[in-house]
């Protein structure tokens, strides 16, 4: 039995919705809806601007509504989760995908104009995954361990500094050689998760060498021997490898759908969109058509293509009833 979660955090993770799972078995929920077709179409523009992590998934997401409604004009800019607020505030977005959930201050700022909070939509759930070489021998790491890796403050409990591979254990041409160390940068909701659960709120080092992208960190990584970094696991290639982690200790956990479900893996986190919606009032349908498909078995089948793992049936049950947008039966 696999638990989804509802609300994944540094601390703990609540079980929302339980469906089996088997081996091999397509992790897409049979309960979802299929998407159909409204009568007449939808056409117009959808702006989306926020996270680079799921750039490519919201341009999925894109590229098959378009392909129902070929009058529509999607623009997908992905340059970070910071710009999503910024963009739905000033009303040049329609939605705003993001890699972490708006700080205090960017719901003020958005309910200030409107009046309202940003609604919140839980597309899909990523694990952000440490990553080394593929020929690096790294069997795991702890969180502390990752922390004294990342972070000058060491808010994780590690006693010492990490900078060399032989500081984690492992010797021979490995055990002198410093660690080098990719991260993205500050615009990233993936640079602010990492630094709040896997560094424990302290700070990066200097030594991090900031990436403009997802893809970025993982080819740096990709292409020095003795390099780390962090990245979405819809950005994994054969090039590197993904490290098993723990929350301490040395039982660790792999990167796998199973674990992010289970809440066993530290760093599983969900996949955000944000948009301007009115509580109580009607959605434009272009919007209320894109959410739809978003919730629908085409939509998650393409969450699973780029590399992220699908919610369930009741949270696309929940999400399209807190909006007043009940799913339609396909066509027999």
Not at 120 to 134: P, S
Not at 137 to 147: F, R
Not at 243 to 268: C, F, H, I, Q, T
Not at 304 to 332: C, H, M, V, W
């Amino acid at each position: 039995m696999i638990c989804l979660p509802a609300c994944i955090g540094p601390a703990a993770l609540v079980a929302l919705a339980c469906f089996p799972v088997t081996a091999g078995q397509d992790l897409i929920d049979p309960r979802l809806p299929d998407y159909k077709k409204v009568e007449g179409g939808v056409s117009g523009a959808i702006k989306s601007v926020g996270s680079d992590t799921m750039n490519n998934l919201m341009t999925l997401w894109a590229e098959g509504f378009n392909a129902m409604y070929p009058n529509i004009l999607p623009e997908i800019e992905g340059k970070g989760s910071s710009t999503a607020p910024v963009a739905l505030t000033a009303g040049t977005a329609a939605f705003g995908p993001m890699s972490r959930e708006m700080k205090a201050k960017e719901i003020d700022d958005f309910e200030k104009k409107f009046g309202y909070k940003p609604t919140l939509l839980r597309t899909g759930i990523d694990m952000l995954a440490v990553y080394v070489h593929k020929d690096n021998p790294l069997s795991g790491l702890s969180l502390a361990q990752v922390d004294a890796i990342f972070s000058k403050s060491r808010k994780g409990g590690a006693t010492k500094d990490i900078v060399t591979w032989g500081d984690l254990g492992l010797t021979g041409d490995w055990a002198n050689k410093a660690i080098s160390i990719y991260g993205r940068n500050s615009a990233s909701g993936t640079y602010g998760y990492f630094k709040d659960v896997a560094l424990f709120g302290g700070d990066y080092k200097d030594s991090v060498k900031e990436q403009p992208g997802s893809s970025s960190v993982v080819q740096g990584v990709a292409s020095d021997r003795f390099g780390i970094g962090y990245s979405g696991v819809g950005y994994r290639t054969a090039d590197v490898k993904a490290v098993p982690l723990s929350v301490e200790g040395s039982d660790y956990v792999s990167v796998e759908a199973k674990n992010a479900y289970s809440g066993e893996y530290p760093l599983a986190r969900f996949l955000y969109v944000y948009t301007n919606h009115k509580p109580g009032t009607k959605m434009d349908p272009l919007r209320a058509e894109f959410v739809r498909y978003i919730f629908s078995k085409q939509g998650q089948r393409d969450v699973l293509k780029d590399g992220y793992f699908p919610i369930t049936a009741q949270i696309a049950e929940e999400t399209l009833a807190s909006l007043g947008l009940e799913s339609r039966p396909a066509p027999n």
